[in-house]
């Protein structure tokens, strides 16, 4: 990875502090060599067909985020579909793309507006639908704005019922 180096001046408690030098990640476009491909296309990716694979490639180099590192996410959802041929209703996987918290997080920390964020679980899970009232909490932090907090029911994105 490219680095820069930053000698300013920093205060703590304002109070100024001697200059420090410290590492900073210059951004770097991801851009897969034929080996990472090869552990993508068969370890991260192995259920994705070659044009979804390369279509999932496409949005990671366009979003700069990298699969390797768990930024983004490939995944298969299912629902049952009429099959034109047959009439008879099917499990259809559709490709769907999911930004995962570390990608998020990269992606407001380019913005140079994030501040951090908390987050935490309430409620219980049940593994039956509709039962339960586990959520996720996030509370995010932006640089001249009041918090902002999200709540998300655990099954609002829980993938139900496949393979009956």
Not at 118 to 139: C, I, Q, R, V, Y
Request: proline content about 5%; overall charge positive; charged content about 25%.
């Amino acid at each position: 990875m490219k680095t820069a180096t930053n000698t300013e001046s920093a205060t703590v408690n304002g109070l100024a502090q001697p200059p420090a030098v410290r590492q900073i990640a210059a951004p770097t476009r991801f851009d897969p060599t034929d080996e990472q491909m090869e552990i993508l296309r068969t370890q991260i990716c192995k259920d994705l067909t070659p044009a979804e694979l390369m279509f999932f490639i496409e949005v990671c180099k366009a979003r700069n985020l990298n699969p390797l590192l768990r930024q983004i996410h490939a995944l298969k959802r299912f629902s049952k579909e009429k099959n034109k041929q047959t009439g008879k209703e099917e499990w259809v996987g559709k490709l769907t793309m999911q930004t995962a918290i570390d990608g998020f997080i990269l992606i407001a920390e380019r913005t140079g507006k994030y501040r951090g964020c908390k987050t935490w679980t309430t409620g219980k899970f049940s593994p039956n639908l509709g039962e339960g009232d586990l959520k996720g909490h996030a509370l995010i932090h932006k640089k001249d704005c009041e918090p902002h907090e999200v709540e998300i029911r655990f099954w609002e994105f829980a993938q139900t019922n496949f393979g009956e």
